[in-house]
């Protein structure tokens, strides 16, 4: 190693491993101010606290079943959640600590639901010396008492997949739909001031019938609102298991066959706001995930191709760009304003997609009735719903931005005057003009006429007077149909 490279590696070992800039990931590190909404639900601090939510609450369910032998009075429950609801960066540590090298009297666990049921444990033990834990009676509990039904008959995939939807759930509803709504808006708005901008449309890449810029907006915004319907129902429906090591209620069968076990998961899994699942092996099937991946993709493809679609605008220069004040477009060429956003946006949504299908695929599949390499996978949702976050947030940034250029667009219009060609065979057709398709062919096909060569043609043509009119009337910037009406059928 040379001087410069060791000084260089002693620079960045010199960074606190919290510094954005010494991040693995840019998720964490380039964009992490845009990554951050996420944190409370992606990141492991988020995940140990949502396993703490579901032991305790399980513990709490447990205690209202008439078959066990201890009771929880409300004060006492109140507690207990309080040490999930006020989960913060010591208790974290301490997790990881009991995890990973002991702490508390205890030895490092080495699994990551265990170290969440010693650090239980530990919480318990401080709310027995606080006088806080009662039972029914009043009677103050011994904290010890209670350490058999902390995860009693529990696998650690009954707590990590309710943990995983937990968190999962209210980041897509508080976090990625939010954003992706906020682009929606930014469509609908774009859609409603420029309705009537009249502009040459583009099917195969070559001119088209025209069209308006706002109506274009129009369609991805209600493509947009109704591929986030879809991820809504999705997120929705998200469902959990709590059934045991195989799925069959085996050691909650075995300690009280008394107790209706299916009914209390079913109602168990229900009050965390999660459908429930009655069949799987030791794993959620995870159906209910995949679905969801896939809905988010299906956002992300009609973002995909609006980005796609905005570069071009700009540069055909039917968009324009407003400059940021001090922003380099370019290192070489100070001129530039380049559609960063977009390419962005592009990236991003683009990355995002290649995990959501790798997902979605892998999370449905596993060996017999169990396997654990989904656990790792998993561990990487928070980072694609990350990849979406930025992609939504690039986008909007990039439609606030441009501004339509209209002279532009009808100066294209005006260049283009077959475009008409298409009105003027259909309204021959209309006269019973049997050969209007092949007349308007022959002036327009593979050559460039103008609207005088048009207006040449209409004077040949033996039709009214009243249709000849009809035809010279017809210009490209006025031959939109309806355009601007369907803007308003973004709604529906």
Request: net charge negative.
């Amino acid at each position: 190693m040379t001087d410069d490279s060791a000084s260089t590696v002693a620079a960045i070992d010199g960074l606190s491993r919290s510094d954005p800039l010494a991040a693995v990931s840019p998720l964490d590190g380039r964009y992490a101010s845009r990554t951050a909404p996420l944190s409370p639900y992606a990141s492991e601090a988020a995940l140990m606290r949502a396993r703490t939510r579901v032991e305790v609450e399980y513990l709490i369910e447990l205690a209202a079943l008439d078959a066990t032998p201890f009771v929880l009075d409300d004060e006492t429950a109140a507690a207990l959640r309080a040490i999930y609801a006020d989960f913060d960066a010591e208790d974290a540590r301490l997790v990881k600590a009991l995890e990973v090298e002991g702490a508390a009297g205890y030895a490092a666990t080495n699994h990551d639901v265990k170290a969440v049921e010693y650090f239980l444990r530990v919480r318990l033990d401080e709310l027995a010396d606080a006088g806080t834990i009662a039972d029914g009676s009043g009677t103050v509990a011994d904290a010890e008492a209670l350490y058999p039904w902390i995860h009693f008959g529990l696998t650690s995939e009954d707590v990590n997949n309710l943990a995983n939807r937990l968190l999962v759930k209210p980041a897509v509803s508080e976090v990625i739909l939010p954003a992706a709504r906020e682009v929606r808006d930014a469509l609908v708005d774009l859609a409603q001031e420029h309705r009537d901008t009249p502009m040459l449309a583009r099917t195969h890449g070559q001119p088209a019938t025209p069209t308006t810029f706002g109506k274009e907006m129009a369609v991805y915004a209600a493509r947009l609102g109704r591929a986030l319907g879809r991820v809504a129902v999705a997120n929705g429906d998200l469902s959990g298991k709590l059934a045991g090591a195989s799925g069959t209620y085996a050691a909650h069968e075995a300690a009280y066959p008394d107790v209706d076990w299916q009914a209390f998961s079913a109602s168990f899994v229900r009050g965390l706001d999660l459908e429930h699942t009655p069949l799987a092996t030791q794993v959620n099937p995870c159906d209910d995930l995949s679905a969801l991946f896939d809905a988010l993709r299906g956002v992300n493809n009609v973002l995909l191709d609006l980005d796609v679609d905005a570069w071009l605008y700009v540069s055909d220069r039917y968009l324009g760009q407003e400059a940021v004040e001090g922003e380099t477009g370019s290192s070489t060429m100070p001129h530039k304003v380049n559609p960063i956003d977009f390419e962005n946006s592009e990236g991003n949504l683009s990355k995002a997609n290649s995990d959501l299908a790798f997902l979605g695929d892998y999370v449905t599949s596993s060996r017999l009735q169990r396997d654990l390499s989904d656990s790792t996978v998993k561990r990487n949702v928070g980072a694609a719903l990350a990849h979406c976050l930025i992609g939504y947030g690039k986008a909007e940034n990039g439609l606030a931005k441009v501004v339509p250029n209209e002279t532009v667009m009808r100066e294209e219009l005006a260049a283009t005057p077959e475009v008409i060609g298409e009105a003027v065979q259909t309204i021959l057709r209309r006269e019973g003009d049997t050969d209007a398709y092949e007349r308007v062919k022959e002036l327009t096909r593979g050559r460039s006429v103008t609207l005088d060569d048009f207006r040449d043609l209409f004077d040949e043509l033996d039709v009214d007077e009243d249709v000849r009119e009809e035809l010279k009337a017809l210009t490209p910037a006025g031959y939109t149909g309806v355009a601007d009406e369907l803007v308003d059928d973004i709604d529906e």
